[in-house]
């Protein structure tokens, strides 16, 4: 939304177009109408430049605003002029910054001067950060928002978001998500058999080597859940998470990313395999020796690790990390806390 905002020279009167309550803003309070206001035969004497870099200003000579939300009147002064400013309408964040997300179709000679005359607002405000959450179908701004000094900050399938720092210093905004989040399955069955699979993509691909049920955390998931669900989806076996054993980072490792992966173990509820035709070449139960034994995973020191902690776990010489529900301190959702609850339970 754009909100439009009159100044004037002496006390004149200035109308605002938004959808903030009257409990939002000091002014004098006019009640709500839906009828059309109009500002007519406003004569200009001097349009002072609004803008961060090129000035601009919103200036004629006949105005006419429509408005169908609650109308406001606030009493500003100025010197002797009268000036018609569109701002874009943004919400505050935590951090003293503000968030503009546009959901209008705009053309980029019109909006850039509205986001010159934003930001100067802005700035006035002493506000830091500027967030513009741009949808796909305003892909047509990009490249203005770019040259006025924003930056892209990240971008998922429906969005792009860039950022603009107003103040005269090195920003401090946070930068964009820095890991990708995977997950390793271990899953053993009473006869001493440990789920594997070998897949047809990745760089084990063609090997013949056998390894755990492995995959990606989706977002807004929880570990322990996503390693349910890719056992599930690879091999069709249910499982109950039972505790994370390891976790492993590392960097560079996706796009620049780094990259965390949790070795988890899991009972399995299921035993009979339907693998995935898409990604997964074969899957079986194979006895745990003959698993651990491959020339491959006893080259490389990290997988070698992860075989003994798994040992070590079956011998019961090793408490991993049992996820525990709990309540944070300023959300009401509730999520999961990892703690070794066997040396927790022997206090």
Same mark, same amino acid.
């Given at each position: 939304?754009?909100?439009?905002? /009159?100044?004037?020279?002496?006390?004149?009167?200035?109308?605002?177009?938004?959808?903030?309550?009257?409990?939002?803003?000091?002014?004098?309070?006019?009640?709500?109408?839906?009828?059309?206001?109009?500002?007519?035969?406003?004569?200009?004497?001097?349009?002072?430049?609004?803008?961060?870099?090129?000035?601009?200003?919103?200036?004629?000579?006949?105005?006419?605003?429509?408005?169908?939300?609650?109308?406001?009147?606030?009493? @500003?002064?100025?010197?002797?002029?009268?000036?018609?400013?569109?701002? /874009?309408?943004?919400?505050?964040?935590?951090?003293?910054?503000?968030?503009?997300?546009?959901?209008?179709?705009?053309?980029?000679?019109?909006?850039?001067?509205?986001?010159?005359?934003?930001?100067?607002?802005?700035?006035?405000?002493?506000?830091?950060?500027?967030?513009?959450?741009?949808?796909?179908?305003?892909?047509?701004?990009?490249?203005?928002?770019?040259?006025?000094?924003?930056? $892209?900050?990240?971008?998922?399938?429906?969005?792009?978001?860039?950022? $603009?720092?107003?103040?005269?210093?090195?920003?401090?905004?946070? @930068?964009?998500?820095?890991?990708?989040?995977?997950?390793?399955?271990?899953?053993?069955?009473?006869?001493?058999?440990? /789920?594997?699979?070998?897949?047809?993509?990745?760089?084990?691909?063609?090997?013949?080597?056998?390894?755990?049920?492995?995959?990606?955390?989706?977002?807004?998931?929880?570990?322990?859940?996503?390693?349910?669900?890719?056992?599930?989806?690879?091999?069709?076996?249910?499982?109950?998470?039972?505790?994370?054993?390891?976790?492993?980072?590392?960097?560079?490792?996706?796009?620049?990313?780094?990259? !965390?992966?949790?070795?988890?173990?899991?009972?399995?509820?299921?035993?009979?395999?339907?693998?995935?035709?898409?990604?997964?070449?074969?899957?079986?139960?194979?006895? !745990?020796?003959?698993?651990?034994?491959?020339?491959?995973?006893?080259?490389?020191?990290?997988?070698?690790?992860?075989?003994?902690?798994?040992?070590?776990?079956?011998?019961?010489?090793?408490?991993?990390?049992?996820?525990?529900?709990?309540?944070?301190?300023?959300?009401?959702?509730?999520?999961?806390? $990892?703690?070794?609850?066997?040396?927790?339970?022997?206090?």
């Amino acid at each position: 939304m754009i909100r439009s905002l /009159l100044f004037s020279s002496t006390l004149v009167p200035i109308f605002r177009t938004t959808r903030t309550s009257p409990s939002n803003f000091l002014g004098f309070h006019c009640l709500p109408f839906s009828a059309t206001a109009c500002f007519t035969s406003i004569s200009v004497l001097h349009c002072p430049g609004i803008g961060v870099r090129n000035p601009a200003s919103f200036c004629s000579n006949s105005l006419s605003v429509s408005a169908k939300s609650t109308l406001f009147m606030e009493e @500003v002064p100025a010197a002797n002029e009268v000036q018609l400013v569109e701002v /874009l309408d943004a919400t505050n964040d935590n951090h003293g910054g503000v968030i503009v997300e546009m959901d209008k179709a705009m053309d980029s000679e019109v909006f850039v001067p509205i986001l010159r005359a934003s930001i100067s607002h802005w700035k006035q405000q002493g506000k830091k950060g500027v967030w513009i959450k741009l949808p796909i179908e305003l892909a047509n701004l990009v490249e203005a928002v770019v040259k006025e000094g924003f930056w $892209y900050h990240h971008a998922e399938p429906k969005y792009l978001m860039l950022v $603009y720092w107003i103040p005269e210093c090195a920003h401090t905004l946070p @930068v964009n998500a820095t890991h990708r989040v995977g997950v390793g399955a271990f899953v053993l069955n009473d006869n001493k058999e440990v /789920l594997v699979v070998q897949e047809k993509s990745g760089v084990l691909r063609g090997t013949g080597v056998w390894k755990f049920p492995t995959g990606v955390v989706d977002e807004g998931e929880d570990i322990c859940k996503a390693a349910e669900r890719e056992v599930r989806e690879e091999t069709g076996i249910d499982t109950e998470f039972m505790e994370v054993l390891a976790f492993r980072q590392t960097h560079q490792a996706f796009f620049g990313k780094s990259d !965390l992966f949790f070795v988890c173990t899991l009972k399995p509820l299921t035993f009979e395999i339907s693998k995935q035709e898409l990604e997964i070449e074969d899957a079986q139960w194979m006895k !745990l020796e003959d698993y651990t034994a491959q020339p491959l995973l006893q080259k490389h020191e990290v997988w070698k690790c992860i075989n003994n902690i798994c040992v070590t776990k079956i011998q019961q010489q090793y408490s991993g990390f049992s996820p525990v529900l709990t309540s944070p301190a300023f959300s009401s959702k509730r999520n999961f806390l $990892y703690l070794n609850e066997h040396d927790m339970n022997r206090r």
